[in-house]
């Protein structure tokens, strides 16, 4: 039977649209979005389905319905399998969806924290002082060595996301990220920006990480057989306890490093849990060859592939 690193997917991966085909087919993911409604107290159900793409694109937004898209798809996927991981981790915000998925965060309590969480992450930068882009085809040293050449007078900018070998996040100051995007074209190396809202995992996000304390420590944790891998050090979390989250608001995401971890660990399947194929492409870049990689964004398709791993 594979070894399998369930993966849940962070911001990025929304559509409007996401969820609707789960809920015309299934009961459970029905039951999910209607839990998540009555959790907020509004009608994600609608934002997700239909839109607006601007209201869904919204941080405090996104969160719970990429949480709540993905938990649904999770819900499935056992439901109607076998499925039975070995690890599990999530990219920033989907570290939320890796507990629930684990048992150790009841969903409903994780919608209401991500909803907080965005709205916490929002209000820690003025709109339009903050900035994210994504730097390709330059290794995590060379860039924390440019990131530390820019002009402090311009502000901050760090390398915030080390997705792969050579894909990361770099995230600040408006200006800083801008002079140091300058630089990397100049250089030749491609530097897109990310169309978001706020600086997000750096160190500018420090006031939603104080906002968010209090919320975080007296969240239960249910100490469950189940193991994560924390984004804050990219290693298995034994027992996991809520400073990894609460760190997490401003702090790196260490995807190459939760990868290694997990094969390390012997896992020989990446699965990716919930909207789109963001993590799916990561891993594909970042694994070793030979190891298998799938994801969920046709949920039939991953049925049939959660079947196929568990009779293996």
């Known amino acids: 039977m594979a070894s399998i690193l369930a993966m849940f997917p962070g911001q990025g991966s929304q559509y409007v649209g996401m969820g609707k085909e789960l809920c015309d087919q299934y009961d459970v993911a029905r039951r999910t979005f209607s839990e998540a409604d009555e959790a907020l107290g509004f009608a994600l159900s609608d934002l997700c389905f239909d839109g607006p793409e601007s209201e869904l694109r919204l941080t405090a937004n996104q969160q719970p ?28 915000l989907g570290e939320y969806s890796a507990l629930v998925a684990a048992g150790k965060l009841d969903f409903s309590h994780a919608v209401k924290l991500v909803r907080m969480r965005g709205q916490a992450m929002q209000r820690a930068v003025p709109e339009g002082t903050g ?71 750096s160190s500018l996000m420090a006031p ?10 007296s969240t239960p ?28 608001i401003d702090s790196p995401v260490l995807w190459t490093d939760t990868l290694a971890t997990a094969v390390a660990e012997g896992c020989d399947t990446f699965f990716e849990i919930g909207p ?28 049939e592939g959660a079947r196929a791993l ?3």
């Open 131 to 201: 900035a994210m882009a994504a730097v390709i085809g330059l290794d995590p040293e060379s860039l924390i060595e440019k990131c530390s050449a820019v002009d402090t007078r311009l502000g901050k900018v760090e390398v915030v996301n080390f997705n792969g070998p050579q894909q990361q996040i770099i995230s600040g100051h408006k200006e800083a990220v801008d002079a140091l995007a300058k630089t990397l074209a100049d250089e030749k190396i491609r530097c897109a920006p990310l169309p978001v809202s706020a600086p997000f995992h």
């Open 276 to 303: 789109g194929k963001v993590l799916f492409g990561l891993a594909r870049k970042a694994v070793p060859r030979g190891l298998k990689i799938i994801h969920s964004d046709a949920v039939e398709k991953a049925i």
């Open 208 to 217: 939603a990480r104080e906002e968010m304390t209090p919320q975080l420590e």
């Open 65 to 92: 319905a990429i949480l709540t898209t993905s938990v649904a798809t999770w819900r499935i996927l056992t439901g109607e399998t076998d499925l039975s991981p070995k690890l599990f981790a999530g990219h920033s």
């Open 221 to 248: 944790l249910e100490p469950t057989a189940h193991s994560v891998i924390a984004n804050l050090t990219g290693r298995l979390a034994q027992p996991y306890s809520a400073d990894n989250l609460i760190r997490q």
């Open 310 to 312: 568990t009779t293996q």
